[in-house]
């Protein structure tokens, strides 16, 4: 993407199962749901005309999260703003705006599901000679890191920074400018300048060899290191770099009695680098009494996530509940 260009993705999020209990830090997800499948999107000058103005004259992309039924033809009906990010920036009212001009594929599950929860992303480039990319992070902060950045103006609150960087060929960050942050007076944005050379994304092969000029968006959350949210270390929307074998690990005892599927619940602690440690079956599992929750702690600790999530935060010492599904090897005679 070349100049002042402007491009939007709307994609479905990881199906949130329950809420976790209120005296654990644990979140409750779904394995990462599949991209939805759209027969109509909007066009790029119905993308430029959406965009928030304030944004884009400097460079902040954002998000939001809609809530929307599913109408005849797969047009999108209905719709609510769950939550945006960054706050305020006027990317909820823009992902309205441009819902009207999506179709969804009439033959998708989601459309015969007739309700959708998704994320639409905004992504802008402000350089002329830089191409934005994005992509998961390999390096991000630390729990402790970022706290040790909260600035001493923080008041208590939680604050918000978007950051537009230099990308270099290795994956870290240079030149970054901070062009939002709120509350708008507290140094949340040098707070996050701070944070910014401890960053490394994954940089694509290809992106290396053409030579062409990077740059990369940053978006961050920085809790009070005291309050509520710094002390419960919360994840959310965690970005998967390895998912799940759902077959690799089906319990023997399962398939000799001719089922072919269930579901196992899981809990683990997040490694620094995102892998999944110390996971612990939980409950009976789905037929019960038959090992799905074992295998899925088996399963579990072969997925990585992300050390900084889709939601602006680290991942290290968190805890996290699974729910995945097993289903037989498929009999490669078949």
């Known amino acids: 993407m ?9 994609m ?35 993308f430029a005309t959406a965009y928030p103005h304030g944004a884009a004259a400097v460079g902040l ?15 999108l009906q209905d719709c609510d703003v769950s939550r945006e990010r960054p706050q305020g920036a006027g990317f909820g009212r823009a992902a309205l705006n441009l819902s009207r001009f999506y179709r969804l594929d009439p033959a998708s599950p989601a459309a015969k599901a007739g309700v959708i929860d998704a994320p639409v992303r905004f992504a802008i480039a402000a350089d002329d000679d830089r191409v934005l990319v994005s992509g998961p992070w390999l390096a991000a902060p630390s729990f402790a890191q970022v706290a040790a950045a909260y600035p001493d103006i923080g008041g208590g609150v939680t ?19 901070a062009n939002y942050q709120h509350p708008p007076d507290r140094d949340f944005g040098d707070a996050a300048l701070k944070l910014s050379k401890i960053f490394r994304l994954r940089v694509g092969g290809e992106m290396v060899k053409s030579f062409q000029p990077m740059s990369v968006n940053v978006f961050m959350r920085l809790p009070a290191p005291f309050g509520p949210q710094g002390q419960a270390r919360p ?68 997925m990585r996530m992300s050390p900084w999530t889709a939601d602006g935060g680290p991942i290290d010492g968190a805890h996290i509940r699974l729910s995945l599904r097993l289903s037989v090897a498929a009999d490669p005679a078949d």
């Open 235 to 302: 994840l959310s929307d965690p970005i998967w770099l390895t998912g799940p074998n759902l077959t690799a690990q089906f319990p023997a005892l399962a398939k000799a009695k001719g089922v072919v599927a269930g579901v196992g619940l899981v809990d683990c602690t997040v490694a620094p680098a995102g892998a999944l440690t110390g996971c612990q079956p939980v409950g009976p599992g789905d037929p019960p009494g038959l090992g799905f929750s074992e295998a899925a702690a088996k399963t579990a600790q072969a």
């Open 61 to 75: 992309g954002g998000e939001a999260w809609l809530h929307c039924k599913v109408g005849d033809g797969g047009r």
């Open 159 to 177: 604050g918000e920074a978007a950051l537009h960087c230099d990308l270099n060929h290795d994956g870290s960050l240079s030149q970054c400018k």
């Open 12 to 46: 479905m999020a990881a199906a949130v199962v329950s809420a976790a209990p209120a005296d654990t830090a644990l979140n409750i997800l779904g394995v990462p749901a599949a991209p939805l499948r759209f027969a109509q999107t909007p066009t790029a000058a119905e």
């Open 2 to 10: 070349w100049g002042t260009a402007v491009s939007l993705v709307l």
